[in-house]
């Protein structure tokens, strides 16, 4: 099983980015896609998840602001990012898993390598 994140940069405040988790190895479709972020000094932390049928969570930091969605013919998930802010800076995660809504690192099995995402001016 692989996850493959693309998608992170650098950008400014109140600027977007659309994060990309592409598997290989394991069938998307029939599980739940996790985005995770974790900060330096921090642990990592739950963002937004998407369930086999679609069911969308949120974290409140990033409700309103961010996009969970999948492409199950593409075997991809993403994260839509948008007005992001300083505090959004992390390494983004995304991971797979079994448990709607997985919120915690322990619901995941596979996870990808990450992709920095820098909010800055």
């Known amino acids: 099983v692989q996850l493959v994140e693309s998608g992170g940069g650098l950008v400014q405040p109140g600027g977007s980015l659309r994060l990309s988790c592409a598997a290989s190895?394991?069938?998307?479709?029939?599980?739940?896609i996790g985005w995770f972020r974790q900060a330096p000094g921090k642990e990592r932390e739950g963002v937004s998840c998407?369930?086999?049928?679609?069911?969308?969570y949120y974290d409140d930091s990033v409700k309103g602001r961010f996009t969970i969605s999948r492409d199950n013919a593409k075997n991809t998930g993403y994260l839509q990012m948008t007005n992001l802010k300083s505090e959004d800076t992390a390494v983004y995660y995304c991971?797979?898993?079994?448990?709607?809504?997985?919120?915690?690192?322990?619901?995941?099995?596979?996870w990808g390598q990450g992709t920095q995402v820098t909010v800055s001016s």
């Open positions: 991971a797979v898993g079994r448990n709607f809504p997985g919120t915690t690192t322990d619901q995941y099995a596979y």
């Open positions: 190895g394991i069938s998307a479709r029939d599980h739940t």
């Open positions: 998407i369930s086999d049928t679609g069911l969308t």
